[in-house]
């Protein structure tokens, strides 16, 4: 059973920085690409960021475009997104989730969750 | 953009709900996907493709639609079933929808 475990949420004062990280188990965590997906609190869903399987190529909601980089270590199996010049409504639970599609561009949609770390940007 | 409707949706356990999730543009080769989610959890997928149910999802949960209309029909509501749902299209920025209560 794919196993997905977010941390390093917090508060955060605008204009800081925060580093969340995802370490996954139970599947090749180097074969699938993963996203960062957020919901603010009582909000809908917001897809975030995507980063291949290998690493290569990374992709960005227009709302974090520039602030944010995601990057993914195959070898320690975790999932980082790197959040710069946060502002109060990057305010949201982040979850990570894993694509579907095998050594191939993303498939669309997210097929594991994990439980999501909370991140307040207020001062 | 997507539009989900209703906002919410109000039955009784052992009734057909059927949810509506609708795209502002017919973008080729995009399919949907929905998801549940329950208070404090994470979403779960529900299905992919506009209508491959997820691996363990029960077959009263059926996706179907193309184009720019899209549906989730769960038959015969189980009390596990009231929860909120997101249609999310695979274009990119790949949107959510704002979501369809259903509440007993």
């Known amino acids: 059973q794919v196993h997905l475990v977010e941390s390093g949420g917090g508060v955060v004062q605008p204009g800081g920085s925060l580093r969340l990280s995802c370490a996954a188990s139970?599947?090749?965590?180097?074969?699938?690409?993963m996203h960062w997906v957020r919901q603010a609190p009582g909000k809908g869903l917001e897809w975030v960021a995507f980063?291949?399987?290998?690493?290569?190529?990374?992709y960005y909601a227009d709302s974090v475009k520039g602030r944010f980089t995601i990057s993914k270590d195959n070898s320690k199996n975790t999932l980082y997104l790197q959040m710069d010049s946060l502002r109060p409504d990057d305010t949201a639970l982040y979850y990570c989730?894993?694509?579907?599609?095998?050594?191939?561009?993303?498939?669309?949609?997210?097929?594991?969750w994990g439980q999501g770390t909370l991140v307040t940007v207020s001062s | 953009v997507l539009t989900q409707s209703p906002g919410t949706l109000s039955l009784s356990p052992g009734e057909s709900a059927t949810l509506s999730c609708r795209a502002s543009q017919n973008i080729r080769d995009s399919y949907v996907a929905w998801y549940q989610q329950k208070p404090g959890q994470a979403p779960r997928l529900l299905i992919y493709?506009?209508?491959m149910r997820a691996t363990g999802i029960p077959d009263r949960f059926r996706g179907s639609g193309s184009g720019t209309d899209f549906i989730l029909t769960i038959s015969r509501l189980e009390p596990e079933d009231f929860a909120v749902y997101y249609c999310q299209q695979s274009s990119r920025s790949l949107p959510f929808g704002p979501g369809t209560k259903v509440e007993i």
């Open positions: 493709g506009t209508s």
């Open positions: 139970e599947f090749t965590f180097s074969n699938f690409g």
């Open positions: 980063i291949q399987y290998d690493g290569s190529k990374m």
């Open positions: 989730a894993k694509d579907p599609n095998p050594y191939d561009f993303w498939g669309g949609y997210f097929d594991q």
